[in-house]
């Protein structure tokens, strides 16, 4: 079965940086867009960063010019190198991507990882 497994979240102060990475597992055929969403107390989830399978980059402008998205197609991964962390980025942070199984008659998903804390705090 496909899986994402995020890892790299924890504890940083105002203005440190962090590098998430989220890894596919399992009979995978292609994967297409991978993302990086965020859930912060009491909010909705929203879309931090996008890659496409091109390597197209989109960010939220929140985020913009602070975190960078990249993936490593031969490792099924995806990262988030987040600097100059501010407090307003605490959340859950999840990775997300639309993926084709290696089933037969394999059609498009979206899958999401556990999800992994990231608090900013002094």
């Known amino acids: 079965q496909v899986q994402l497994v995020e890892s790299g979240g924890g504890l940083v102060q105002p203005g440190g940086s962090l590098r998430l990475s989220c890894a596919a597992s399992?009979?995978?055929?292609?994967?297409?867009?991978m993302g990086w969403y965020r859930q912060a107390p009491g909010k909705e989830r929203e879309l931090v960063a996008l890659?496409?399978?091109?390597?197209?980059?989109n960010y939220a402008d929140s985020v913009k010019g602070r975190f960078t998205i990249s993936r490593d197609n031969a490792k099924n991964t995806v990262y988030l190198q987040m600097n100059s962390l501010k407090p307003e980025d605490t959340a859950v942070y999840y990775c997300?991507?639309?993926?084709?199984?290696?089933?037969?008659?394999?059609?498009?998903?979206?899958?999401w990882g556990q999800g992994t804390q990231v608090t900013v705090s002094s």
């Open positions: 399992g009979s995978i055929f292609s994967i297409n867009d």
């Open positions: 997300n991507a639309r993926i084709v199984p290696r089933i037969v008659r394999g059609v498009e998903r979206d899958y």
């Open positions: 890659i496409t399978s091109g390597g197209q980059e």
